[in-house]
């Protein structure tokens, strides 16, 4: 993976390289470095990384050249990279007025939302924004006694949600307040009712596309951490803020996330050695292994799980921090998303995976 703070081709990189078991066991390592190609010998076998297209290494540039038992050869150089777009969350840009949408399950595609035309898309003020109307307003709040609800032709977006008036829809859930809408063939959890008449969908649980498109499935753990990604990147953007707790709708907190890096690069490419083996020595382990090798966007980030009661004190002074974000989403997608970082870790050499105490992550941005 290559990281860095600046916008240009050119990158600083922290590389890292399985290396053969004869150096684990003393005998003499020869590194080489080339444009397009890094290779390890020793005793006679070799492990070698040949770099997707686009990309190339500064052999010059290499150093703090460092062999770790268990963890492989790391050293850092500089890369060039084929420029990549900054990616945000784009979900307010994507819905557009006087459009006509279909609303898919993202689990097993089933439509939720049949061709819904909106004239308004609004996004909906922050979480704790009736708490500020005693500084907006020098006579009593005027909006003590109404709630933000959709029209039939609204939709309203939140951060992690977006909420629809459910109307006469034939499909529509008809449930109670606070209720879970629950997708009719997969039984996957959508989002929850708000109001007799407004639901509320999670974007992590329901995939949206024009009428005029087709359906097109994509992994359940690609989708999730992309979306959660593009999440935070829109809200550090927005409210400068990098630290978020992420809350099932059960009210509990499953995770703290600390944003590290936004505009991290990861370089996936195919490993082989003398004898054909084939491993992969970059990249995220979520990454398709039948797609092609190549460069992804990415944000890196720091976590801590607090299921079963763990890191519950900091946990505590996060949430009563002004400077930390809640983020909600279903509590089965809490737990998808932990157990996502948490193959990530491992899938690190083990001296990269803790900073400070907490695990590291790097999650994929994938375009959608």
Known sequence: PASSSSSRHLREANLSLCVPRQAELGSPLDVSVA??????????????VALPPGVRLEPSSCRALSLLRGDGLHMRLRLRSPPHADLVFNLRESLKPHKNYFFYCQCCGDVIVKDRKFLRVLPLPSENWSALVEEWCCHPDPFARSTLRPQHD???????????NSGNESHAPESPENTRVICKRCKAMLGETVSS????????????????GSFSPTPRSAFVQSMVAQCLMELSTAKSTFRFTVKGDNGKIYILI????????????SGSSSSHSVSTLFGDIFTPSSGPVGTWNAVKVLYQPCTKSRNKDLADAWENDIGVH???????????LLLILGLSTTSLPPSL?????????????FRI
């Open 35 to 48: 444009a397009d190609r890094l290779e390890a010998r020793s005793g006679g076998s070799c492990e070698a």
């Open 154 to 164: 609204d939709c309203f977006l939140g951060d992690t949600f977006f909420l629809l």
């Open 197 to 212: 008449d407004t639901v509320k969908y999670y974007v992590t649980e329901v995939i949206i596309q024009p009428s005029e």
């Open 258 to 269: 600390w944003l590290l890096n936004s505009d991290t690069l990861l370089v996936e490419s």
């Open 326 to 336: 809640p983020l909600k989403f279903p509590s089965e997608t809490c737990l998808e």
């Open 353 to 365: 995976r803790c900073m400070n105490s907490f695990q590291v992550r790097n999650s994929c941005f």
